[in-house]
């Protein structure tokens, strides 16, 4: 499959269990679909069952779309459906052994590494006294106050270096290359009691810079509010 063509799948909804009707059923069910998820979406370039008729047994309904948008929109309003409508991505054997090795290629850097947020570190003096063998220490402190800071220990074997350390509006950003990987791993401290839309801003430039990141947050934001 074309990796630009996204395919939802409703996968349980219920077809009728007498003789089919002619027409465009399975089209009425995407529009009712469409309607309870989201609104404004285009029309799809192909519907089509999978699977062989069964009477009073589901079939799959495959959605497909000549744009990503419209099937992550879809996806992302997935909880507005009703219990017994599912909709996923679907994903090609292809794409499936592809998201497998990425997740076994990125489990490694996770076990040869630890992150840690509100060290306390308050000097150079110290974060050099801080250190683990056959790691290298890096690390991101505050320099008008105590606590917060973070650091990261990486696993020599995985050909670190460090690639941005910024204290920036009352919030620690450490950035960590692994080139093997072609990937950053970032360390976010955010203490809660700086200004909120600095911190986006901040946030949202760095990752900008940056193609391929994991992420290691701890933002102390209320999301209720």
Not at 13 to 41: C, F, H, M, V
Not at 95 to 124: D, F, M, N, V
Request: contains cysteine.
């Amino acid at each position: 499959m074309d990796k630009e063509k996204w395919t939802p799948r409703v996968t349980t909804w219920q077809e009728p269990t007498n003789k089919r009707l002619r027409g465009r059923q399975k089209e009425k069910w995407i529009d009712e679909i469409k309607r309870k998820a989201a609104t404004e979406l285009p029309k799809p370039i192909r519907v089509t069952r999978i699977g062989k008729y069964i009477p009073g047994k589901n079939r799959r309904v495959k959605v497909c779309y000549d744009a990503p948008y419209p099937a992550k929109c879809l996806l992302r309003n997935k909880d507005k459906l009703p219990e017994h409508i599912k909709i996923f991505s679907d994903q090609t054997p292809t794409q499936q052994k592809y998201l497998k090795s990425l997740k076994e290629e990125l489990e490694e850097p996770i076990r040869k590494g630890e992150a840690l947020t509100e060290t306390w570190i308050h000097s150079e003096a110290q974060a050099l006294e801080l250190q683990l063998d056959n790691y290298l220490h890096y690390y991101n402190y505050r320099t008008n106050s105590k606590g917060g800071g973070v650091s990261a220990f990486i696993h020599k074997d995985l050909k670190s270096s460090l690639s941005e350390s910024k204290y920036l509006g009352g919030n620690n950003y450490l950035w960590i290359q692994l080139e093997r990987y072609a990937l950053h791993i970032g360390i976010v401290y955010n203490p809660g009691n700086t200004n909120f839309k600095d911190f986006l801003e901040d946030y949202d430039t760095l990752l900008q810079q940056r193609n391929r990141d994991i992420v290691l947050e701890d933002f102390n934001i209320d999301l209720l509010i």
